[in-house]
């Protein structure tokens, strides 16, 4: 295994960590983890060197936390840092934090958390975290002992990102989604290489945006990979890319197989900061330009587009078209499409307009959505 500096802090981790969101699961629930298998393939990293374990209140409806508990009993504990996430999406008032974290405590069954994340934040949950001052109560916590350290995983934009680092003088690290795709999506390289240079650890997650960049590329990218003289998966590729910036941390990966953790573990093992050659990145950059351009909407998810007066999500309609498109996953799009409540869909467009006047892309968002519905509206 290799092992990267963390910010500030005394840290070596391993390049890889073990997100535990992804984990088996059986009869194809989410919940119900098969726990068998996860134990194997948490023990299994560890036994190579794998040293931090990345999991939250919410993961596979609550049975992350309980799974990990028992992956590291037998001796485990003491060799990895274990990460979890405070559930700020579900934050109502003072004493909700420290009821979710005494939950956590007693799920993991671990001891001290050793790295302590606000879930998710963005601009609407950062003003929560500010009035509930869950800032004052975590200093409380980190007094005690009981977490070990703070930090904030991140999905909104760079903007916020900014306002959330520069809110707050005691972050030690954060989490960031980042992949060869995501340079300028939410955080992207700017807000990784602002935290970095705060001295903070950055922990990337999604680098296979969730698995689309490691299976079943569509054709043109597929013979880029092919045309090069030098052969690697596609996870190997997408990982090695985000190992080789000196400002990552490690990177969290959300393993559901027991070969995904074997690959991953050896690609972890080659890697390291400045290992890809400038034809390695040109090819690198040539698949992003041809995933790019499969996009059949040119949104950049900023946003300006809403409030829809009717409701609609525009961003995630046009979202789940491109992702459809890009990674060949138009069935998944599709089944998403299905379950999204009826007024967000594209479908509840009444083409009044208030969203053209306002895309900053001056996208036809009208005529768009009509090709979204077309595309993942389902028979009934
Ligand atoms: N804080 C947050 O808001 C937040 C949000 C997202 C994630 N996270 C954390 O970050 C972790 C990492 O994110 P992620 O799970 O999205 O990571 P990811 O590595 O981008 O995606 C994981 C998926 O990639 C596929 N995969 C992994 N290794 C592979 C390999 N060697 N070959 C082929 N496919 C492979 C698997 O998908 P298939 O099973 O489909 O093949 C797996 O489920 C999560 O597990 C979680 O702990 C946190």
């Not at 969730?210 to 090069?228: C, F, I, N």
């Not at 969290?252 to 890697?271: D, P, Y």
């Not at 040109?282 to 351009?293: A, K």
């Amino acid at each position: 295994m290799k092992y990267r500096n963390f910010g500030r802090l005394d840290f070596k981790p391993s390049a890889l960590g073990f997100g535990c969101m992804r984990l088996p699961v059986l009869n194809n629930n989410s919940s119900q983890i098969g726990e068998a298998e996860s134990i194997r393939m948490i023990r299994y990293a560890i036994d190579n060197g794998l040293n931090y374990v990345d999991t939250a209140y919410g993961y596979h409806g609550g049975n992350s936390e309980i799974v990990l508990g028992k992956a590291l009993r037998d001796g485990y504990r003491e060799k990895v840092a274990v990460a979890t996430k405070l559930p700020t999406y579900l934050l109502k008032e003072q004493g909700d934090a420290q009821k979710y974290l005494d939950e956590q405590v007693s799920r993991l069954d671990a001891g001290k958390i050793d790295f302590y994340l606000l879930h998710s934040l963005n601009e609407p949950r950062w003003e929560v975290v500010r009035r509930l001052d869950v800032l004052g109560w975590a200093e409380k916590m980190l007094a005690s002992g009981v977490i070990g350290h703070l930090g904030f995983s991140f999905h909104d934009s760079a903007r916020v990102f900014r306002t959330i680092l520069d809110g707050y003088d005691g972050w030690e690290f954060c989490q960031i989604q980042y992949n060869y795709l995501d340079t300028q999506n939410q955080a992207g390289t700017e807000g990784l290489q602002y935290a970095a240079s705060k001295g903070l650890g950055v922990v990337v997650m999604e680098p296979l945006r969730g698995g689309a960049l490691a299976t079943d590329p569509p054709q043109q990218v597929a013979r880029l990979w092919e045309e090069y003289p030098v052969r690697r998966t596609a996870a190997d590729w997408a990982l090695q890319w985000v190992w080789n910036q000196p400002e990552v941390s490690l990177v969290l990966s959300g393993m559901t197989a027991m070969k995904h953790v074997v690959e991953n573990v050896q690609s972890a093992c080659r890697s390291d900061v400045d290992s890809l050659s400038q034809d390695d990145l040109g090819l690198i950059e040539r698949v992003r330009d041809t995933y790019r351009g499969l996009q059949p909407v040119p949104c950049t998810s900023c946003e300006y587009c809403l409030p829809c007066p009717q409701g609609l999500d525009i961003p995630r309609n046009f979202a789940l078209l491109n992702q459809g498109m890009m990674f060949n996953r138009l069935e998944r799009s599709r089944r998403t499409y299905g379950r999204m409540d009826q007024k967000q869909r594209a479908q509840s467009c009444i083409e009044c307009g208030v969203c053209e006047e306002k895309c900053p892309q001056h996208l036809p968002i009208r005529e768009l959505l009509k090709d979204v519905d077309r595309h993942l509206r389902q028979a009934p």
